[in-house]
């Protein structure tokens, strides 16, 4: 019996002395992507790994819009030269506003 109360107040100070766990959060106001700005640089950051440096550099600049809380980025095709029309798609990329993530990631055809 002497054994489990020692036992029992070991854990009990063992308890009351540990360092109290704090989980530290902090979430913008506005958003982890608050502008254009934001949302362009990540898009270039997923972009690059998967297209390569040549094709995105291509489709510069970037345009991207907000629309009910997502960030729409996308590419700009290059301009066609005089009686041409140009063909394909560009670089696009959703990501939510408020907290960054991923939703959607494609090369327009």
């Known amino acids: 019996m002497r054994t489990l ?6 854990i009990v100070w063992a308890v009351a ?3 109290a766990v704090r989980v530290h959060s ?3 106001p506005n958003g982890y992507v608050p502008n254009e700005e934001t ?3 990540i898009a270039e950051a997923v972009w690059l790994p998967i297209y390569g440096r040549e094709v ?8 991207a ?9 996308s590419g700009s095709l290059p301009k066609a030269p005089e009686g041409f029309e ?6 696009e990329i959703e990501i939510s506003k ?3 993530r991923i939703l959607r990631v494609s090369h327009g055809e």
């Not at 819009?65 to 980025?73: K, Y």
């Not at 140009?86 to 670089?91: Q, V």
Request: charged share 15%; hydrophobic share 40%; with cysteine.
């Open 98 to 100: 408020s907290d960054g």
């Open 5 to 10: 109360i020692g036992l029992g107040c070991v």
């Open 39 to 41: 949302a362009i640089r």
């Open 86 to 91: 140009m063909i394909g798609g560009t670089l």
């Open 56 to 63: 995105v550099s291509k489709e510069k600049p970037f345009v």
């Open 65 to 73: 819009e907000l629309r009910n809380g997502v960030w729409i980025v």
């Open 26 to 28: 902090y979430y913008p």
């Open 17 to 19: 002395c540990a360092p």
